[in-house]
């Protein structure tokens, strides 16, 4: 089925009926899926899988237009994705397909590059999450973008210290609590943020796994929100276990 290109076998219909029986899908799509699955697999050359419009035989052989855009999001996800292929994807007439690329921690700098300066605003957003984003544009999203570019590089796990460090003062509360959840923030940020004048920030701290014994203790005798954070706290010190009973 991954090298056909020709109008199916009495055979493989009955295996394409079987296999959309079961995952509950139309035998077109799961067509679409397998020609697709084939080219990455190097088991065909037929590149009209990656197309926004594919034209698979349907169970009697005949042609049906279908749109891949299920197994194109898949294949956009897939680590390790070629560049031939993030190349064809970047472009992909599907807000989806582009959306699921930008969030692959292993998209080619040229694409991050390409997202973030020409992406949608949602596109963007996402690739300001993207570990594997390069540091020039972190600071190229965070020079042009709004609060919700920032919000989305705070909890970006790969975030440089430059940008970390300016995010603790930032005015908007709800940037410094994403910041406050993220487990990469640097251990003297992490110690001001516990600190903060906004509630939602030390909870949101009080939450962090990768938050120090030392300030899990401070953080123990402060309001009932906060404690609340830190007692979800998947790292939280066993010795402080029945100081949040009481």
């Given at each position: 089925?991954?090298?056909?290109?020709?109008p199916?076998?009495?055979?493989?219909?009955?295996l394409?009926?079987?296999?959309?029986n079961?995952?509950?899908?139309?035998?077109?799509?799961?067509?679409?899926?397998?020609?697709?699955?084939?080219?990455?697999?190097?088991?065909?050359?037929?590149?009209?899988?990656?197309?926004?419009d594919?034209?698979?035989?349907?169970?009697?052989?005949?042609?049906?237009p279908?749109t891949?855009?299920?197994?194109?999001?898949s294949?956009?996800?897939?680590?390790?994705?070629?560049?031939?292929?993030q190349?064809?994807?970047?472009?992909d007439?599907?807000?989806?397909?582009?959306?699921?690329?930008?969030?692959?921690?292993?998209?080619?700098?040229?694409?991050?590059s390409?997202?973030?300066?020409?992406?949608?605003?949602?596109?963007?957003?996402?690739?300001?999450?993207?570990p594997?984003?390069?540091?020039?544009?972190?600071?190229?999203?965070?020079a042009?973008?709004?609060?919700?570019?920032?919000s989305?590089l705070?909890?970006n796990?790969?975030?440089?210290?430059?940008?970390?460090?300016?995010?603790v003062?930032?005015?908007g509360?709800?940037?410094?609590?994403?910041l406050?959840?993220?487990?990469?923030?640097?251990?003297e940020?992490?110690?001001?943020?516990?600190?903060d004048?906004a509630?939602?920030v030390?909870?949101?701290?009080?939450?962090?796994s990768?938050?120090?014994?030392?300030?899990?203790?401070?953080?123990?005798?402060?309001?009932?929100?906060?404690?609340?954070g830190?007692a979800?706290?998947?790292?939280?010190?066993?010795?402080?276990?029945s100081?949040?009973?009481?």
């Amino acid at each position: 089925l991954c090298r056909v290109s020709q109008p199916l076998e009495a055979t493989q219909v009955q295996l394409l009926s079987e296999m959309a029986n079961y995952l509950e899908i139309s035998e077109a799509e799961v067509f679409g899926m397998i020609r697709l699955a084939g080219y990455v697999l190097g088991l065909n050359q037929d590149e009209s899988c990656l197309e926004g419009d594919t034209a698979p035989f349907n169970a009697w052989g005949t042609f049906v237009p279908m749109t891949d855009v299920e197994a194109r999001i898949s294949l956009a996800k897939r680590a390790g994705l070629p560049e031939n292929l993030q190349a064809r994807l970047v472009s992909d007439k599907d807000e989806k397909v582009i959306t699921a690329l930008a969030a692959n921690p292993c998209l080619h700098e040229k694409f991050q590059s390409e997202l973030a300066r020409n992406g949608s605003a949602e596109i963007r957003k996402i690739i300001s999450e993207n570990p594997c984003l390069t540091e020039d544009l972190q600071n190229y999203l965070f020079a042009t973008g709004g609060d919700e570019i920032k919000s989305s590089l705070a909890k970006n796990t790969a975030l440089i210290l430059s940008i970390q460090a300016i995010l603790v003062e930032e005015p908007g509360w709800r940037i410094r609590q994403h910041l406050a959840k993220n487990t990469s923030v640097q251990h003297e940020l992490l110690q001001k943020l516990a600190d903060d004048d906004a509630i939602d920030v030390r909870a949101a701290v009080a939450g962090n796994s990768s938050l120090s014994v030392e300030l899990q203790t401070n953080m123990a005798r402060d309001k009932p929100k906060v404690r609340k954070g830190l007692a979800s706290n998947p790292a939280l010190s066993s010795m402080l276990l029945s100081e949040l009973v009481t």
